[in-house]
Structure formats: structure tokens, C-alpha cells
């Protein structure tokens, strides 16, 4: 059974920085890319930042130059730092891991899994 653990959240003042991670666990052959979404009150889920196996990276528009997102060594755990952190950047965080290759029963099987979601709230 894939996992995903998150954590990092929490409260600090706009300015401040905060850094999440994720682990994915279970008996994964393979994650094409592991990234970070987030939902605002109101608001649709939108991307944050995605990062391939391969190392491609991507960027959403409102979050570029002051987050970075990286990855563990065994390529099962992806890291957001965030960096200037504003009111609007209040939300709660998704970790994806994209398209994860399962093996079961002599089969593969490939799905797409979240995290349960990691408050970040930026207030004075």
C-alpha cells in the first residue's frame, strides 16, 4: 500500500520562510515525479512545483524565485522550501507523487496519490 507522509506546516509571518517534505512508502518500483499543490479557501487546487525522476522542474508563476523544490537521493521524498512568504501563499499543501508504478499478483499497476495536506498559514 503506497503512503504519502507529509510535514512542515505551521504558522509564520510574512517574510518567513517554512520547508515541507514528503516521503512516499510502500513496494514502488518507480515515481515519474513528485510535486506540491495547494487550495486556498475558495479557491481551486493550483501547482505549486513538480519535479521529474529525471530531475525537470516546474514552477507555478506566483511562486517563482522564492520556492524551491528538490529531492531525496532515493527519489521517494520531495522537499519545498519556501522562501518570502506572503498572506496569499496561505493554503493547505498536497503532496503528488505522479503516475507510481505498484507491482501485485504479476501485475503493474500505475497511480497517481496524494497526501493528506499540510496547513501553511503566513499572518502577522
Known amino acids: 500500500q503506497v503512503q504519502l507522509v507529509e510535514s512542515g506546516g505551521g504558522l509564520v509571518q510574512p517574510g518567513g520562510s517554512l520547508r515541507l517534505s514528503c516521503t512516499v512508502s510502500?513496494?514502488?518500483?518507480?515515481?515519474?515525479?513528485m510535486g506540491w499543490y495547494r487550495q486556498a479557501p475558495g479557491k481551486e487546487r493550483e501547482l505549486v512545483a513538480t519535479i521529474t525522476a529525471g530531475g525537470k522542474i516546474n514552477y507555478g508563476d506566483s511562486v517563482k524565485g522564492r520556492f524551491t523544490i528538490s529531492r531525496g537521493d532515493a527519489k521517494n521524498s520531495v522537499y519545498l522550501q519556501m522562501l518570502s512568504l506572503k498572506p496569499e501563499d496561505t493554503a493547505v499543501y498536497y503532496c503528488?507523487?505522479?503516475?507510481?508504478?505498484?507491482?501485485?499478483?504479476?501485475?503493474?499497476?500505475?497511480?497517481?496519490?496524494w497526501g493528506q495536506g499540510t496547513q501553511v498559514t503566513v499572518s502577522s
Open positions: 503528488l507523487a505522479d503516475r507510481v508504478v505498484t507491482y501485485d499478483s504479476g501485475s503493474y499497476y500505475s497511480n497517481d496519490h
Open positions: 510502500g513496494i514502488i518500483s518507480s515515481i515519474y515525479a
